[in-house]
C-alpha cells in the first residue's frame, strides 16, 4: 500500500517561495502507471489542482498557476516536489500530495496534507 | 465560483437514499471526461469514492454509486449511516482550462 508524507514550512513570508516535498514508501515513484500530483484547499475552500509529474519528468500544470510552480521529482529518493514563487495570503492552504492513475482521473492515495501559512 | 457546481447541502434520515449532483458543461462532461467523487471528512484528506464515472476502488461499499449523463453527473449514497455524515466532492477535467477541477463540495447530513 502506497504511503504519501508531505514536508516543508508551515509559514513563508509573503513574496517568498513555497517549498514542500512528498515522500513516497510501500512503492516506487518509477511505477510506470502513476501520476504524482499536487492539490490544495484553502481553509473552508475547496480543492484547487496545482499540477502533476510522471517519473519520467513530463509535468501537467494548472495554467492559473503554471508561471508561478514548479514541479519536480527524484526517483533515487522516492520524492516529488512543489515550489511556489511569490506567494501571497491567497497561498495559504492545506497543501495534499496524491496519485493518479490519469492526471484526468481519479487521486487514489492521498498524503495527510501540510498546511501552510503566507504571513511575515 | 467553481466550474462544476455541486449543491452546498443535502440531508437525509439514516436508512434512506440521497444523490448529490455536480453540474458541468461541454468543456469537461460534454467533451467526454470523466468523474470522480471523493469523500471528505473534518480536517481529513479526500478519499476517492468513485472513479471514471461509476467504478468504485477497492474497500468502497456497493451502497455508494455514480453515474454521469450529458453534462451532469450525481452521487448515489442508499443506506445512509451516521458516519456518511461528510464533504463529498466531484472532480473531472476542463479543456477549455486545461486544468483538472474540482465541484466547490457539497455537505451531506444525517438527520
Known amino acids: 500500500q502506497l504511503h504519501l508524507q508531505e514536508s516543508g514550512p508551515g509559514l513563508v513570508k509573503p513574496s517568498e517561495t513555497l517549498s514542500l516535498t512528498c515522500t513516497v514508501s510501500?512503492?516506487?515513484?518509477?511505477?510506470?502507471?502513476?501520476?504524482w500530483g499536487w492539490n490544495r484547499q484553502p481553509p473552508g475552500k475547496g480543492l484547487e489542482w496545482l499540477g502533476s509529474?510522471?517519473?519520467?519528468?513530463?509535468?501537467y500544470q494548472n495554467p492559473s498557476l503554471k508561471s508561478r510552480v514548479t514541479i519536480s521529482v527524484d526517483t533515487s529518493k522516492n520524492q516529488f516536489s512543489l515550489k511556489l514563487n511569490s506567494v501571497t495570503a491567497e497561498d495559504t492552504a492545506v497543501y495534499y500530495c496524491a496519485t493518479e492513475v490519469t492526471v484526468t482521473g481519479g487521486r487514489d492515495h492521498w498524503g495527510q496534507g501540510t498546511l501552510v501559512t503566507v504571513s511575515s | 465560483q467553481s466550474v462544476l457546481t455541486q449543491p452546498p447541502s443535502v440531508s437525509g434520515a439514516p436508512g434512506q437514499r440521497v444523490t448529490i449532483s455536480c453540474t458541468g458543461s461541454?468543456?469537461?462532461?460534454?467533451?467526454?471526461?470523466?468523474v470522480q467523487w471523493y469523500q471528505q471528512l473534518p480536517g481529513v484528506a479526500p478519499k476517492l469514492l468513485i472513479f471514471?464515472?461509476?467504478s468504485r476502488p477497492s474497500g468502497v461499499p456497493d451502497r455508494f454509486s455514480g453515474s454521469k449523463f450529458g453534462t451532469s453527473a450525481s452521487l448515489a449514497i442508499s443506506g445512509l449511516q451516521a458516519d456518511d455524515e461528510a464533504d463529498y466532492l466531484c472532480?473531472?477535467?476542463?479543456?477549455?482550462?486545461?486544468?483538472?477541477?474540482f465541484g466547490g463540495g457539497t455537505k451531506l447530513s444525517v438527520l
Open positions: 509529474i510522471y517519473y519520467s519528468g513530463n509535468v
Open positions: 472532480q473531472s477535467y476542463d479543456n477549455r482550462l486545461n486544468s483538472v477541477i
Open positions: 510501500g512503492g516506487s515513484i518509477s511505477r510506470s502507471s502513476y501520476y
Open positions: 461541454s468543456s469537461n462532461f460534454g467533451s467526454g471526461y470523466s
Open positions: 471514471g464515472n461509476g
